[in-house]
Nanobody, 119 residues
């Protein structure tokens, strides 16, 4: 049974930090690129960060570049999103995504974790 379980969300003041985790099970984690997405109310889902299967390559949305860092630990089947200098506009539900494109695309989603940045 495939599972992606996010944790680490919560309420934080502007300028603060949070570290999100996404624990994977039920598939070969090290073979999948991992992504963090976010979606705020009445807004489209936004791709925040991507990391390659071996962790050697990362990409970020312009809105978070320099503030967020994606990383992974393939021994622990976990991907992380370190979020620093948080702003109110970072408030959203953050979800992790696993994707592997071969002859068929395999893709899995977590349930999401709420991040609220407010004073």
């Amino acid at each position: 049974q495939v599972q992606l379980v996010e944790s680490g969300g919560g309420l934080v003041q502007p300028g603060g930090s949070l570290r999100l985790s996404c624990a994977a099970s039920g598939f070969i984690f090290r073979s999948y690129a991992m992504r963090w997405y976010r979606q705020a109310p009445a807004k489209e889902r936004e791709l925040v960060a991507t990391i390659s299967s071996d962790g050697s390559s990362t990409n970020y949305a312009d809105s978070v570049k320099g503030r967020f860092t994606i990383s992974r630990d393939n021994a622990k089947n976990t991907v992380y999103l370190q979020m620093n200098s948080l702003k109110p506009e970072d408030s959203a539900v953050y979800s992790c995504n696993a994707r592997r494109a071969a002859s068929v695309v395999y893709e899995y989603w977590g349930q999401g974790t709420q991040v609220t940045v407010s004073s």
